[in-house]
């Protein structure tokens, strides 16, 4: 299954954005799906998850100013980031599997990766 993340962009710090992604040939629906961010000379860093019951898991330092969530249909996982910080700044890769709790090494799909440019 493949993955295609949008959404990314350029913005000023305390802004906001909201990324997309979908799937090729079938829905979240039954799915773990998640964000992660990298930075260059850093390994990937979980964001948010979904589980397939809804449930949902942040990393501690960004509850509160992002949120995961997904259509009705589980056919869309965005992220809805705000106030947004300049160490937000990486490539977003939405990811999707099986697995929970989520971990990057659990992850059966992943996408390409969107960048979010927070400017100060």
């Known amino acids: 299954v493949q993955l295609q993340a949008s959404g990314g962009g350029l913005v000023q710090a305390g802004g906001s954005l909201r990324l997309s992604c979908v799937a090729s040939?079938?829905?979240?629906?039954?799915?773990?799906v998640a964000w992660f961010r990298r930075t260059p000379g850093k390994d990937s860093e979980f964001v948010a998850g979904?589980?397939?019951?809804?449930?949902?898991a942040y990393l501690d330092s960004l509850k509160g100013r992002f949120t995961i969530s997904t259509d009705n249909a589980k056919t869309t996982v965005y992220l809805q980031m705000s106030n947004l910080k300049t160490e937000d700044t990486a490539v977003y890769y939405c990811?999707?599997?099986?697995?929970?709790?989520?971990?990057?090494?659990?992850?059966?799909?992943w996408g390409k990766g969107t960048l979010v440019t927070v400017s100060s």
């Open positions: 990811a999707s599997g099986s697995n929970w709790p989520i971990t990057a090494a659990g992850m059966e799909s």
């Open positions: 040939e079938r829905t979240f629906s039954g799915y773990a």
């Open positions: 979904m589980k397939w019951n809804d449930i949902t």
